[in-house]
């Protein structure tokens, strides 16, 4: 199997939207990459169905999550997303979690908490790992180590806490993965920090796409994995002193790399290959 780029965390069906509603060409084309393996993420039936056709038809590589968000933290999405456990249909609870960014988030905190104990639940029940979303809400997080250490695998999309945050969560025994995405591009500080040092095993890439994007950008593409990648790569050599590299060595060093992230994403997303009916082709 050749390796592959992997985006832990996508929007297929908003990507497309956005690109229809900005008029450009071939958006089904210009959102699938057979390059590309990734999770699709939904927060609403209606919509996560919609994706599911969009992906089967376009790619055997992709598995999807589906999750309340904690930024529309409401109850009635809870019997879909038990539906889709039961049916075997997703191979993640998320996005959840917390949104405390701003006094309107702040002020549904109840709610959020509520939904997130729910799908915590479910999480433990079924054994799917689960996809975090957490803007200013860590210390939440933290207050629920006890639960979420027995989840098979926690992965935090959009991470924006310390490598010290991510060792420590680790080290009270979650099973923890962190996506490193377009804030590193935008040169976010702790993304680039936990990009440089954090353990390899516990890297993982992601786009958020069409959300996570440059401020010069009006959206962003899942294809942008390919530059977090490269720029993923580039800190992490130069911080393990590989600085004197002639373009076979460089080339070696990032095809290892490219291939660890790609085990990582098996591993955090329980992927068997050989049992796995989305993977065809490989
Ligand atoms: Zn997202």
């Known amino acids: 199997m050749i390796s592959m780029y992997t985006d832990a965390h996508v929007h297929i069906l908003d990507t497309i939207e956005e690109l229809d509603s900005q008029n450009i060409e071939n958006p089904i084309f210009k959102t699938f990459d057979k390059e590309i393996f990734f999770c699709a993420s939904a927060n609403e039936a209606g919509r996560f169905e919609v994706q599911e056709k969009l992906c089967r038809e376009n790619t055997g590589n992709f598995i999807l999550s589906f999750g309340v968000h904690p930024q529309c933290p409401i109850e009635n999405e809870i019997p879909y997303l038990e539906k889709l ?60 180590v006890k639960t979420i250490k027995k989840i098979n695998a926690v992965i935090f999309h959009g991470w924006a806490g310390s490598v010290n945050e991510a060792r420590s969560l680790l080290k009270k025994g979650v099973n923890a993965y962190f996506c490193i995405g377009k804030g590193l591009l935008r040169g976010q500080k702790t993304q680039i920090e936990t990009a440089a ?70 591993k955090a997303y329980s992927i068997d290959f050989k049992r796995n009916v989305n993977v065809k082709g490989n």
């Not at 456990?85 to 405390?100: H, M, Q, R, V």
């Not at 069409?210 to 009006?218: D, I, N």
């Not at 800190?235 to 590989?242: P, Q």
Request: charged content about 35%.
């Open 85 to 144: 456990i039961n049916s075997k249909k997703i191979a993640a609870i998320g996005e959840c979690g917390f949104d405390l960014f701003d006094e309107h988030y702040k002020s549904t905190l109840e709610e959020q908490k509520k939904v997130w104990k729910v799908q915590l639940e479910l999480a433990l029940k079924s054994g799917l790992p689960i996809v975090v979303h957490c803007r200013k809400g860590l210390h939440l997080i933290f207050d629920d």
């Open 197 to 266: 040092n954090l353990e390899e095993n516990r890297i993982l890439t992601e786009t958020d796409a069409p959300y996570m994007r440059l401020k010069e950008e009006k959206f962003s593409l899942p294809t942008d994995i390919k530059k977090v990648f490269s720029e993923l790569a580039e800190i992490r050599a130069e911080s393990a002193g590989f600085l004197n590299y002639d373009e076979q060595n460089y080339k070696n060093y990032t095809e290892d790399l490219k291939v660890s992230i790609f085990e990582n994403f098996k």
